[in-house]
């Protein structure tokens, strides 16, 4: 299996912020890379896929990049709905597999 | 727009067969290009993918519970289903149901809420 690994596993940062959040795969996965948002209590919400394209609906302060082994998901302005656990997932082999999450806290 | 939704018991005995439905609204399940699967998350953790179906029946799953889990399909009632057998603690989790997209990308892209299911005596 192709792992995955987040950093940071957890961040605090304030309203406006840019944040970035980074995944390494353990291989190259060319651009099979897709961004999750989740909220306690729902399910994964799709915010990027294939790296670096929005998913239709997200706004537009989410950005992913990346190729190979290394991705980042930026948000560049924080808004309050933000604050979430955020995860990568590989869909160049099976079985798929995700990042462990990186929690985004409010400073 | 689709949607998806589990159903099936919230409580399983250990050594029992854990058994899941997805019922997808909104779109046929037998229409374009995805694969159904099934996801899982214990409390507190990450992801853990647990298998996928076609709707003409082919069938992937994670090796580390292959053994164990069948996936299903009845395109007549729009649903497809999860079977995890010998279950343990273990197995104690937050079960999704999603729909993976193909082309043009690959990824989950529509995900039911989740329902949990406990393993206990």
């Known amino acids: 299996d192709i792992q995955m690994t987040q950093s940071p596993s957890s961040l605090s940062a304030s309203v406006g912020d840019r944040v970035t959040i980074t995944c390494r795969a353990s291989?190259?996965?060319?651009?099979?890379l897709n961004w999750y948002q989740q909220k306690p209590g729902k399910a994964p919400k799709l915010l990027i896929y294939a790296a670096s394209s929005l998913q239709s609906g997200v706004p537009s302060r989410f950005s992913g990049s990346g190729s190979g082994t290394d991705f980042t998901l930026t948000i560049s302005s924080l808004q309050p709905e933000d604050f979430a656990t955020y995860y990568c997932q590989q869909s160049y082999s099976t079985p798929p597999t995700f990042g462990q999450g990186t929690r985004l806290e409010i400073k | 727009q689709v949607q998806l939704q589990e159903s099936g018991p919230g409580l399983v005995k250990p050594s029992q067969t854990l058994s899941l439905t997805c019922t997808v609204s909104?779109?046929?399940?037998?229409?374009?290009?995805?694969?159904w699967s099934w996801i899982r998350q214990p409390a507190g953790k990450g992801l853990e993918w647990i298998g996928r179906i076609y709707t003409s029946g082919s069938t992937n799953y994670n090796p580390s519970l292959k053994s164990r889990v069948t996936i299903s399909v009845d395109t007549s009632k729009n649903q497809f289903s999860l079977k995890l057998s010998s279950v343990t603690a273990a197995d104690t989790a937050v079960y999704y149901c999603a729909r993976r997209i193909t082309g043009g990308g690959d990824y989950f892209d529509y995900w039911g809420q989740g329902t949990l299911v406990t393993v206990s005596s």
């Open positions: 291989q190259s996965i060319s651009s099979y």
């Open positions: 909104g779109g046929s399940i037998s229409s374009g290009s995805y694969y």
